[in-house]
């Protein structure tokens, strides 16, 4: 079995209100189903978040670290950044 991440750090494309959609509740709990599978720094995903009255905004994700395990789960704390730093 594949151990949860304790950290893992993400660059979105987007600008601070998409970062915002990115930190919500609905979303983290998007990550850990939909990323169950290993991740790895460099791993790019693209990905959506809600514009409002049923807009959807495109964004990609980035790999930037993962540390102490190899997933995305529950206990997982995620960090993002904008991926032009």
């Not at 609905?26 to 991740?39: D, E, I």
């Not at 460099?42 to 990905?47: A, F, I, L, R, V």
Request: aromatic fraction near 4%; glycine fraction near 8%.
């Amino acid at each position: 079995m594949t151990a949860d991440a304790d950290r893992v750090r993400l660059a979105h494309t987007g600008d601070e209100a998409v970062a915002e959609k990115l930190r919500t509740a609905a979303f983290v709990q998007y990550l850990c189903r939909s990323k169950a599978a290993p991740v790895a720094v460099g791993d790019k995903w693209s990905e959506v978040t809600s514009d409002g009255c049923g807009r959807t905004k495109p964004v990609i994700l980035i790999v930037r670290a993962v540390e102490r395990g190899q997933r995305i789960g529950q206990e997982t704390t995620i960090e993002y950044e904008q991926a032009n730093r």
